[in-house]
C-alpha cells in the first residue's frame, strides 16, 4: 500500500553538529520527493526536493538522499542553529499524484 | 496574493454547529488539497482536487466532512453537527503542474467546545 514513514519520532543535536532524519517509503512507482519544515503553529514549509532520477540533491545547509533499492530518503542538515528546530516531513507523490507525507520527525537544536 | 491563505486563522465552535473553513490557493495552481493536523501528530490527508477532475474524498473520516471547489480556485471544507474530535489545525495547500511542490496556508486551528 502506500505509506511513507519516519524511523525516529524526535532527534536531539548539539548546535554546530550535523543532523541526518530518515524517511522510508513503501511504494517503489513514487517518482517525486519532498521534505517539508514545520515550525510552531506555521504550516509546512518547502525546504528540498528530488525527483527519483537522482540520488542526491543539494541545496543551502542541506543535502538530500535517495536510495531507491531500498526505498530510502534522508535530509541532512549541516552545521545546524537554533532556528533548525522544527518538525520534519517528508512526503512523497504517488501515481494519482496525491502527496502523501509521514509522520513527522521532531529535530531539537541543542544550544 | 503570494501564498496560500485560509480563514479564519482560529475558530472556536460549540459542539454540534456547522463550520466553513475557506482555503485560498495560489493563484493559477491547479491542485488543492486539505489535510488535518491534531496536536502533535503528523499531517492526515482530508481531499485533493485536480484541475477539472472528480476530487479525491478518501482521507474524509466521515459524512460530516465535505469540501468544494468554485471555479477551480477558492476551496470551503465544511464540518457538519462537529464533534470534540474534530478540534485541530486544518490546513490547505496547493500546487500547478509544472511545478508539483506543494505551498501550505498558515492554517485554521479549529476548537470544538
Known amino acids: 500500500g502506500e505509506s511513507v514513514g519516519l524511523h525516529l519520532p524526535t532527534l536531539s543535536v548539539q548546535e554546530g553538529d550535523n543532523s541526518i532524519i530518515n524517511c522510508a517509503y513503501s511504494?517503489?512507482?513514487?517518482?517525486?520527493f519532498i521534505w517539508y519544515k514545520q515550525e510552531s503553529g506555521k504550516g509546512p514549509q518547502f525546504i528540498i526536493d528530488?525527483?527519483?532520477?537522482?540520488d542526491k540533491r543539494q541545496g543551502q545547509r542541506v543535502t538530500v538522499l535517495l536510495n531507491k533499492t531500498v526505498k530510502h530518503l534522508s535530509l541532512q542538515i549541516a552545521a545546524t542553529q537554533p532556528g533548525d528546530s522544527a518538525v520534519y516531513f517528508c512526503?512523497?507523490?504517488?501515481?494519482?499524484?496525491?502527496?502523501?507525507f509521514g509522520t513527522g520527525t521532531r529535530l531539537t537544536i541543542i544550544p | 496574493g503570494a501564498g496560500v491563505s485560509q480563514s479564519p486563522s482560529n475558530k472556536v465552535t460549540e459542539k454540534g454547529k456547522d463550520v466553513e473553513l475557506r482555503c485560498d490557493p495560489i493563484?493559477?495552481?491547479?491542485?488543492l488539497y486539505w489535510y488535518r493536523q491534531s496536536l502533535g501528530q503528523g499531517l492526515e490527508f482530508l481531499i485533493y482536487?485536480?484541475?477539472?477532475?472528480?476530487?479525491?474524498k478518501s482521507g474524509l473520516p466521515s459524512d460530516r466532512f465535505s469540501a468544494e471547489r468554485t471555479g477551480g480556485s477558492v476551496s470551503t471544507l465544511t464540518i457538519q453537527r462537529t464533534q470534540q474530535e474534530d478540534s485541530a489545525v486544518y490546513l490547505c495547500?496547493?500546487?500547478?503542474?509544472?511545478?508539483?511542490?506543494?505551498?501550505f496556508g498558515q492554517g485554521t486551528r479549529l476548537t470544538v467546545v
Open positions: 495547500a496547493s500546487s500547478s503542474r509544472q511545478d508539483s511542490r506543494a505551498f
Open positions: 511504494n517503489s512507482a513514487s517518482d517525486y
Open positions: 528530488i525527483r527519483s532520477n537522482m
Open positions: 512526503a512523497a507523490y504517488f501515481g494519482n499524484e496525491k502527496l502523501t
Open positions: 493563484s493559477g495552481h491547479t491542485a
Open positions: 482536487f485536480q484541475g477539472n477532475s472528480a476530487p479525491d
